[in-house]
């Protein structure tokens, strides 16, 4: 299966201690895609990892020197123990072998491993791999029990084929995407608890438009605005002031957020200007593409051997691209959503330059996607940088992950600038 995720916090540090156990030759995989995505790792090989892989690789890998004995007073004086577990933002264990659990559960602390294990006060994730019949032993259920109760986090074990032919069952270390999705998911907790956001305004655009007719009947499409609700609600939650500029929605007014409500594309792009400047601005609103020429003052009146009438259309104005080249009040993060029902990424792609947009959140909105009105979206987030597929979330995790990692791109570009 692959699984999409986000950098939600480049550049943190990462120690991972390998067990010894067939799977660790993933740890390779793992180390190269953690640092593609900014984050430094450094590694500790307990004896029997070294069996498996060597130091050399782990260490090209990592550029770090790999570190292996509790008692190489080299490393005590360069690191030490103590400070090994203590630098890290969090400590991975994978592949963790039955018996390294089994050591952590008892508090051992007899090797470089453990002992870093017993003195660290960061998060530790660990990522079982073992065969399914000493998974299921009753002694690992024990330590896994004792373990989750000390608040050590689990990513798997998956289920399936063992490198033992013919066997199967839980005990396969997840897939290295699945690993680092649970590793970053520690990150956007603090993340949020952080105010990532704060002092940053942040502006959203959502819902429909409405393009009068006459004054009774309109034009309109079936943007729900549940996605735009929950970015702002994200925005906020991360500590930004949010202004939401929305079309006429029912959804209940998320607290803490200044709304304003519209009902036209031209009145979406007024107030869009009005609430300038912004840090960050996201177009989540399914605009009108046209309006009606012409809209009539008074009810267009239907008479028998009348013909119907024939509606005029006139382009709307395009917000995104509008405020996209607004020059010197050009949020430093412009990001659009590109609602489709086909060809969903080439058409985002293309979009990306056409409205100057630095990212595009493509989703499919067919009407088999259930998407329009749905509490759930896949979405594909295009950058200059390529292409992201992250898996179905709910609409509030997927406002969630933008936010945070607007926060993050934010941060970068703010840096880069100064
Ligand atoms: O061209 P298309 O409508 O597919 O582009 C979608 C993106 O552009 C969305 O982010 C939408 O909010 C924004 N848009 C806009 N003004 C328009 C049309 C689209 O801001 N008139």
Known sequence: MSIGFVAVAAGKNI?????????????????????????????????????????????????????????????????????LARDPDVIVVAPATANLLARMAGGHADDLATAVLLATDKP?????????????????????TQLKADGIRFAGPAVGEMAERGEAGPGRLVEVPELIAAIESIFEGEAETSGALA???????????????????????????KQGFELAAAARNLGARVTLITGPVALPEPQGITIVRIKTAAEMLEAVQAALPADIAVFAAAVADWRVDAPQTEKIKKAEGKRAPTLTLTENP?????????????????????????????????KLKSKRADWIIANDVSPASGVMGGESNTVHVITAGGVENWPEMSKAKVAQRIMERAAVELHARRTAAE
């Not at 996209?324 to 990424?345: C, H, K, N, Y």
């Open 15 to 83: 120690l991972l201690i390998i067990g010894g156990g067939i799977a660790a030759y993933k740890c390779l995989e793992l180390i190269r895609r953690l640092r593609d995505r900014g984050h430094r790792v450094r590694a500790v090989m307990t004896k029997s990892a070294q069996q498996f892989v060597t130091p050399l690789s782990v260490g090209a890998l990592t550029n770090e020197r790999v570190l292996t004995d509790l008692f190489n007073l080299d490393e005590e004086r360069e690191i030490g123990h103590i400070r």
């Open 124 to 144: 530790v994730l660990v990522a079982p791999a073992m065969n399914p019949a000493m998974w299921r032993n009753k002694a690992t259920q024990r330590n896994v």
């Open 199 to 225: 002092g940053r305004h942040v502006l959203i655009t959502s819902g429909p438009t409405h393009e009068p007719i006459d004054p009774i009947r309109y034009l309109a499409n079936r943007s729900s605005g």
């Open 318 to 350: 395009d917000i995104l691209r509008t405020i996209a080249q607004s020059g010197p009040l050009r949020p430093r993060l412009v990001i659009g959503f590109a609602a489709e029902t086909e060809d969903v990424l080439a058409h985002a792609k293309k």
